[in-house]
Each structure stands twice: as structure tokens, then as C-alpha cells.
């Protein structure tokens, strides 16, 4: 499995931005970044994706070091609704996603 | 907006009964996948499928296992001789095409007694 390395947990107040990193020193070169969140008692949800270049889309944004060992997701502005384990996750091209422990994002209203 | 839907929500089971969960995958999409949640762990991936057969799978999915794509819109899990071990939330995914977003469902939760 491609290996990542968050951040156990992290707090945030509410409606500040929060910045989630990653680490991922073994990344090859066609190992898409994936970012995913499980709110409790729910199923995963995307949250965003990239290759090389940063991404936004209107959930957050994605910001890639030029070498692709690590990468950050950006909330803008956090929300009670965010609370939630935030996985980033190489994929490997087969599309199989393999889950780390995440980042348990803790918002502070 | 398009969802993956998953049933049943719950299955109470006794070991070394087969159960089958089922998935309906959103309707274009061409990548189905399972993956398991025992109870404060993380999500691990079982398998993958595609063109009518798998693709990938991992080691936890074993003989006791199957997939199956029995008409255009169904996806199911098949396993065969539950053990307690089983108990999991299973959920489905699906994704238009390699390497984009993957849709969840909610999930089965599956609890051998």
C-alpha cells in the first residue's frame, strides 16, 4: 500500500480556515492525491483530488509541493459540518483506495 | 444528486449462514467497489470490479467471498459461511471512471452472532 502520514488529530475554530497536512515521501510519479472525509455514522465522502498542480473545488482546496511529497487540504472556512476523519490517500491507478487512521478534525464552535 | 444506495441498513446474522448485501452503483458509472469497517478501525478495501469481473482484491477477500453484477443496476457481496470476525460496516462505492471521485454509500452493517 502507498503510505501516507497525518496527523492523529487537529482542532479548529469554527469559521477559520484549517490547513490538514500530508506526507507522502514515496509518492511515484503517477500516484493521484486523494482526499476523503467519514463524518460519523456515515460512508466516506470525497472531498478532492489532484495529480501535480493545486485544485480548488467548492468544498476546499488542494495544494501539492512541487515534489509531491506532501500535500495540504485547505477548509476555507470551517463548519460545525466538518467535523470529521480526513484520510489522504494515494491512488495508485488501479483506483483501489487504501485507507489510513486520518486526521480527526475537531471543530470548535 | 446521483447516490449509491445500500441495502439492507442492518443484518443480524448466525455464524456460518450466508448473507448477501447489496448496492445499486450510480447508473453510469463503470467502477464498483467494496470495502470494510470493523467497528473503530479503518476503512479497508476488498475488492474491486469492473467490466464484469474483478479487478483487484485484497487478502481479506477470500474464497468465502464473491461479487456478482447480476443484472444492469445491482451489485452484490456474497459471504458464503459468515464467522463472527465478518461483523463489519461493509460499504459500496462506484466511480465513473479510474482515478476520480468515488462515491460511498452508506453503508450495511453487518453483525454475526
Known amino acids: 500500500d502507498a503510505k501516507t502520514t497525518q496527523p492523529n488529530s487537529m482542532e479548529s475554530n469554527e469559521e477559520e480556515p484549517v490547513h490538514l497536512p500530508c506526507n507522502h515521501s514515496?509518492?511515484?510519479?503517477?500516484?493521484?492525491i486523494h482526499w476523503y472525509r467519514q463524518l460519523p455514522s456515515q460512508g466516506p465522502e470525497y472531498v478532492i483530488h489532484?495529480?501535480?498542480s493545486n485544485v480548488n473545488n467548492r468544498m476546499a482546496s488542494l495544494a501539492i509541493a512541487e515534489d509531491r511529497k506532501s500535500s495540504t487540504l485547505i477548509l476555507h472556512r470551517a463548519t460545525l459540518r466538518d467535523a470529521a476523519v480526513y484520510y489522504c490517500?494515494?491512488?495508485?491507478?488501479?483506483?483501489?483506495?487504501?485507507f489510513g487512521t486520518g486526521t480527526r478534525l475537531t471543530v470548535i464552535p | 444528486e446521483p447516490e449509491v444506495t445500500q441495502t439492507p441498513s442492518h443484518q443480524v446474522t448466525q455464524m456460518g449462514q450466508e448473507v448477501i448485501l447489496r448496492c445499486v452503483p450510480i447508473?453510469?458509472?463503470?467502477?464498483f467497489y467494496w470495502y470494510r469497517q470493523i467497528l473503530g478501525q479503518k476503512v479497508e478495501f476488498l475488492v474491486s470490479?469492473?467490466?464484469?469481473?474483478?479487478?483487484?482484491k485484497s487478502e481479506i477477500f477470500d474464497d468465502q467471498f464473491s461479487v456478482e453484477r447480476p443484472d444492469g443496476s445491482n451489485f452484490t457481496l456474497k459471504i458464503r459461511s459468515t464467522k463472527l470476525e465478518d461483523s463489519a460496516m461493509y460499504f459500496c462505492?462506484?466511480?465513473?471512471?479510474?482515478?476520480?471521485?468515488?462515491?460511498f454509500g452508506q453503508g450495511t452493517r453487518l453483525t454475526v452472532v
Open positions: 490517500i494515494l491512488e495508485t491507478g488501479a483506483n483501489n483506495l487504501f
Open positions: 470490479f469492473y467490466n464484469n469481473e474483478i479487478s483487484e
Open positions: 462505492a462506484s466511480s465513473e471512471v479510474r482515478s476520480t471521485e468515488a462515491f
Open positions: 514515496t509518492i511515484s510519479g503517477t500516484d493521484y
Open positions: 489532484g495529480l501535480t
Open positions: 447508473s453510469n458509472h463503470l467502477y
